[in-house]
């Protein structure tokens, strides 16, 4: 069953400029799938739709299906308890004086028991790897344990589906290899944005390929990202764990 699913979605932005031009793409229950582009292809852009955030209005045509039901104004509160949707900036998603409030934020606007939120919370942090952090101000955290708060965030609402915008933009080689053993062994349907192609050829199965507001290819991550003549043409470069793999054996 497709937990996902984007048929045809264009977007402008209100300024006029399109971002996206009847992209589709879809995520199997379970799956995990990578988006990668260049800078300005639409990335972030499809993420924020994938939650609702982007609202459906005159600006946008096409349609996001969550779970088999279409993403409509009815449902935002329903769609943003089974999406999970990690900002590419930390400090989009930070707004509490304490890493305990921020964390606990879901879990206690989507109805868990109050006697349980501090274990949620004790456990979301754990799970990134900041056990203790609970007093900290989230404002004086460095780059990399912003980034890992806001997904604690978002595991303490176990959401069905993850959607990680740039998730090891600012995690440093050890905060990197954690954070891809977590999301590895997580059950949640995944869509990753990243130009840590490394990571997307790590975790994912398929990739969707966009340019310019458009899907330019998308298959199995190996295939794709293997082809160098490909990843140039739209300003990636090949992984280098695939510099001897050839897209067409
Ligand atoms: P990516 O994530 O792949 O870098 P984005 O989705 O951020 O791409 O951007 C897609 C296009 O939309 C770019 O041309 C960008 O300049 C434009 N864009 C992004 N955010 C806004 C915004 N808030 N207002 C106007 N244009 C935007």
Redesign the pocket.
Known sequence: MNMLEVNDLSYS???G????RGVSMHAAEGECVG?V????????????HLNGILPEDDSRHGKVVVCGDRITSANLHEVHRMVGLLF?DPDDQLFCPTVQEDVAFGPAQFGSPAGEIDRIVRESLAQVGLEGFERRSPHHLSGGEKQRVCLAGILACNPSILVL??PTSDLDPRGRRELTRLIRGLPATRVI?SHDLELVVDLCSRVYL?DG?EVVASGPAVEILSDEELMLAHGLEKPHSLQHRHPHP
């Open positions: 932005y209100p300024d400029k399109p971002a996206l988006i582009g260049p800078n300005g292809a639409g990335k972030s852009t499809l993420l924020l590419q915008d740039e944005a966009l507001g």
